[in-house]
Nanobody, 127 residues
Framework: QVQLVESGGGLVQAGSSLRLSCAAS????????MGWFRQAPGKERELVAV????????YYTDSVKGRFTTSRDNAKNAVYLQMNSLKPEDTAIYYC????????????????????WGQGTQVTVSS
């Protein structure tokens, strides 16, 4: 079992930065890929970024490439999402999620590949 708690959201102006953190409990965290998803009002949940279990591979959706960076610290059971040059369209609830499988070679990019989810943290970007 993995329990996840996000933090770091807030209200910021366009062009600002935020760093989201996701604290994980459970002994299997370091063996699982971790994803960041977001959901805006009236929209489907979408993948933002993924990092594999070792931190050696990442994936970003096109709209955040070059602005967002995900990283992890397995010794601290934590994963991060650094968000720079924020835009109003980044406004959403952001969730971290843990892969349902261990040591997956290819990072999973669909929500149904993730078995554990945090409660979410709100990010609001004003123009």
């Amino acid at each position: 079992q993995v329990q996840l708690v996000e933090s770091g959201g807030g209200l910021v102006q366009a062009g600002s930065s935020l760093r989201l953190s996701c604290a994980a409990s459970g002994r299997t965290f370091s063996s699982r890929a971790m994803g960041w998803f977001r959901q805006a009002p009236g929209k489907e949940r979408e993948l933002v970024a993924v990092i594999n279990w070792s931190g050696s591979s990442t994936y970003y959706t096109d709209s955040v490439k070059g602005r967002f960076t995900t990283s992890r610290d397995n010794a601290k059971n934590a994963v991060y999402l650094q968000m720079n040059s924020l835009k109003p369209e980044d406004t959403a609830i952001y969730y971290c999620a843990a892969d349902s499988m261990y040591l997956r070679v290819v990072v999973p990019t669909t929500p149904n590949a993730y078995a554990y989810w945090g409660q979410g943290t709100q990010v609001t970007v004003s123009s």
